[in-house]
């Protein structure tokens, strides 16, 4: 294990300096480097939900996926925070300005724990009338993911960071160390017999380990003093982290709102299948995140259409590549998750494998169009977000007419994200 440790750290260390160059050729490096890093993450994710649905009860497990869900959407703040650190690290760092990074990390760091405190409590407040709203089982598990997302708030700053310095490496190892350390405490919670809150607290005690490990390489990154530059625009940057915020929430809910509202929704066995098939075929839209990673930094300060046109076209590849295998063999993928495959979690996992693909372009676009600074654009997705919001929860859907609407609102905002894309690419070229 140590060995394995030293070489972690080896290669880290070996992606540590950070690249200027935007050229095609480093951006399908960095981009393969982070599909095979994340691909390994992702697979110890997967063992995550190997062990939870296969050692909890149907209708503990639907709860850990549906407070994941929930997770996920109170995750919008922290994944807006590592964009816009990692827009403004590229930035700056491009420009050889280290004191003023540095300085938005650690008052970013401070800002967190100022906000993120009440915010945490006035969550554990509101978690009783959402317990009946949601029909959760244990106020324990709200209790819990509120913790998980508190610590998570942290972690998007420093991987910002990595992120906007190119340190690709360290920011694979921070992945690594979640991976595995969630699957060591869930481990440890799983034989006292706690159920989903014992899983969602080894949720939150592994983004403790990966805010641990992201720290390491910034800890003394150049020995300067973190001060602001004269001409920093903090008011700008706030303006931009609220736009960003919006936009994101938007696309989010988008996303996971049939995860959230499903035990709402579904029962029996409709609600345990739909929980089961989900989770694996959504591994369709998580799979350009890394290209994303790779590609984000380089937008900020380059307008070569190569740097979107290669991430959209190797997410296509890949999302395709993925649903394709998913329809081909389900079983395979439901039975080493869930040791099971019945009859309606297959038919469940091909129809939705399909129905992500376009969120998984999305996934592309929008942090295109922030890198490029046209937030307001995508401000114009929080209608689609209602309506669809509105839509799930105004009437009762089956397993299948979920999931159709699912594909509906996907490909909606991919459309309008792509006109969106478009209109700033031409813009671009005016100029």
């Not at 050729?25 to 110890?44: H, K, R, V, Y």
């Not at 405190?117 to 317990?131: D, I, T, V």
């Not at 380990?209 to 973190?226: F, T």
Request: net charge positive.
């Amino acid at each position: 294990m140590r060995s394995l440790f030293s070489s972690c750290i080896r290669f880290a260390r070996s992606r540590m300096a950070p690249d200027r160059e935007d050229s095609s050729s480093q951006l399908t490096w960095d981009s393969a480097l982070m599909l095979l890093g994340n691909g390994f993450i992702s697979f110890l994710f997967l063992l995550f939900h190997v062990l939870s649905g296969r050692l909890l009860d149907g209708e503990s497990y639907a709860e850990v996926v549906a407070m994941i869900g929930l997770l996920n959407v109170l995750n919008v703040p922290a994944g807006v925070i590592q964009l816009t650190i990692s827009r403004y690290v590229a930035e700056l760092g491009w420009k050889d300005d280290n004191r003023t990074w540095l300085w938005i990390v650690v008052n970013g760091m401070r800002t967190v724990t100022r906000w993120g405190l009440p915010a945490l409590l006035l969550w554990g407040l509101l978690s009783f009338p959402l317990q009946q709203q949601m029909d959760v089982q244990s106020i324990t598990s709200l209790w819990m993911c509120g913790l998980a997302a508190f610590v998570f708030l942290y972690t998007p700053i420093l991987g910002g960071a990595l992120q906007g310095r190119h340190l690709f490496g360290w920011f694979i190892l921070s992945g690594l160390g979640v991976g595995l350390s969630r699957l060591l405490f869930a481990g440890t919670v799983l034989p006292l017999k706690q159920g989903a809150p014992g899983m969602l607290f080894a949720v939150a005690a592994s983004f403790a380990v990966g805010l641990v490990i992201s720290w390491l390489p910034l800890r003394s990154s150049g020995n300067k003093e973190a001060l602001p530059s004269p001409d920093l625009d903090v008011a700008e940057i706030r303006r931009y982290f609220l736009g960003v915020l919006l936009g994101q929430g938007a696309l989010y809910l988008l996303i996971h709102a049939d995860l959230i509202f499903m035990p709402r929704l579904l029962e029996g066995e409709a609600l345990d299948a739909y929980s089961k098939a989900a989770t694996v075929a959504r591994i369709v839209f998580f799979l350009p995140l890394p290209i994303m990673i790779a590609m984000f930094p380089r937008a900020v300060v380059s307008q070569k259409p190569s740097i979107l046109l290669i991430p959209v076209l190797g997410t296509l590849v890949a999302a395709l590549g993925a649903a394709l295998v998913m329809n081909v063999i389900p079983e395979l993928f439901m039975g080493l998750i869930y040791g099971e495959a019945t009859e309606l979690q297959v038919k469940l996992v091909r129809v939705y494998a399909w129905a992500a693909i376009p969120f998984a372009l999305n996934s592309i676009l929008s942090p295109y169009l922030w890198a490029r600074r046209e937030v307001g654009l995508t401000l114009l997705l929080l209608p689609v977000t209602a309506l669809y919001v509105a839509l799930l929860w105004m009437r009762s859907w089956t397993a299948e007419e979920l999931i159709r609407l699912v594909f509906l609102a996907g490909l909606v905002s991919f459309a309008l994200l792509l006109c969106f894309t478009w209109r700033s690419l031409a813009s671009s070229k005016q100029s």
